[in-house]
């Protein structure tokens, strides 16, 4: 399937999960799986938070910052891939002079799917217009 970020709209969320400044993200969520497109302006950053159920791979596309995968420090660049595991407890911060760009992959893991699944079952049996309106109805990964 392709995916067209250019289409999807653009969200600006201040204080993403408790985190400096704003995030500007465009966002696909398919019940399972997580993936955005998204930039943190210089000295905005994403909010420490564990990864319980899901894992998450952050690309960074351009600019720099540093991640933080349980308090140790990792500068990123251009081309760097930053991974937190299922477990684990992580955050990104633009400490850099320009936006940093980034793409997000969060699958959620096996149990954890199952669960959201059972949980939305109704939604999801509505078919795509179900799955937006659960989307929109529970933005959890959002804010």
């Known amino acids: 399937m392709k995916l067209d970020f250019a289409t999807i709209p653009e969200e ?5 999960k408790g985190g400096e400044k704003e995030i500007a993200a465009r966002m696909f969520w398919d019940g399972s ?3 955005m497109r998204a ?3 210089p000295g905005a950053s994403i909010g420490l938070h564990r990864h319980e159920g899901t894992s998450e791979a952050i690309y960074v596309l351009s600019g720099r910052g540093t991640a933080f995968l349980d308090g ?7 081309g760097q891939c930053h991974f937190c595991p299922e477990g684990h407890e992580h ?3 633009n400490d850099g002079t320009e936006d940093l760009a980034f793409f997000a992959v969060v699958p959620t893991l096996a149990a ?4 959201y699944l059972e949980a939305n079952r109704a939604a999801l049996e509505d078919g795509p217009q179900g799955r937006a309106r659960g989307y929109r109805e529970k933005q959890t990964f959002a804010r």
């Open 33 to 35: 799986t997580r993936i």
């Open 112 to 115: 954890a799917r199952r669960a």
């Open 72 to 78: 140790a420090p990792e500068p990123l660049g251009p």
């Open 12 to 16: 600006v969320i201040p204080h993403f």
């Open 39 to 41: 930039r943190l302006a």
């Open 91 to 93: 955050t990104l911060v």
